[in-house]
C-alpha cells in the first residue's frame, strides 16, 4: 500500500470534505481573531493529530501569535481507544506564564487526555487557558472538558483522516472520513 489512493479506498463514507474542512476553520479563524482582539495569544497544539489543524487555523488568525508543540501518548495498547494515562513525549519549548493559551487538538473522545493535558497546563500558569477542537465526540465523554471553539461535533465512529491515524497510516487524506470495518477485522 503505497498510494493515498488505496488508502481513500480505505474509506467507507468521507464525514467532512476538503471545502468543509476549509470553511469551518476560516469561521474559527476569524471568531478567534475577533475574540483574542488585542492580545498576542499562544496556540498550543497536540501532535502528531493536530498538524494540519493547526497549520489551517493559524493561517486564518489574524493576530499576532506564538506556536508551541506539544506531544503525549496514551499507555495501553489498543489503537482505538483512549487509556486516560498519559505521556508527555514532547513538551513545551517556552513558558506560557501569563500567556493567553489556546489548545489546538484534533478530537475529543472520552475527554482523557485532554483533562490530564488542562491540569498540567493549568499548574504553568497561563493569564488564560481555552480548548479549541477540529472534532467533538461527546457521545463517548467520560470527564467533563470546557471546550471553547468546537469545529465539528460528530458521531461515535471511528474517523481517520486530516491528521488523524489508523496504525499511524491515513493523516494524510485530505478530508475526515470513517474506515470499513474490514480494515480493523483485517488487522485486530
Ligand atoms: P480521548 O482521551 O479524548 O479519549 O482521546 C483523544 C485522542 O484519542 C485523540 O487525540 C486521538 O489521538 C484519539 N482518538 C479519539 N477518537 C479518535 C478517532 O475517531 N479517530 C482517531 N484516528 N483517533 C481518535
Redesign the pocket.
Known sequence: MTRTTELTADVAEILLSEEQLRTRIAELGAQVTADYAGRQPTLVS?LK?SLPFMADLMRSIELPLRIDLMEVS?YGGAT?E?S?LVRILKDLSASIEDEDVLIV??????????NYLLRYLRGKKPRSLRICTLLD?PA?RLVEIPVDYTGFTIPD????GYG???GELYRNLRFVGVLRPEVYASSE
Do not use: A
Not at 465512529?157 to 481517520?160: E, L, N, R
Open positions: 497536540v493529530g496514551s482505538t483512549s486516560g487538538e484534533d478530537i475529543i473522545d472520552t475527554g482523557l487526555t485532554l465526540k463517548r465512529q471511528f474517523v481517520v488523524l491515524d489508523y
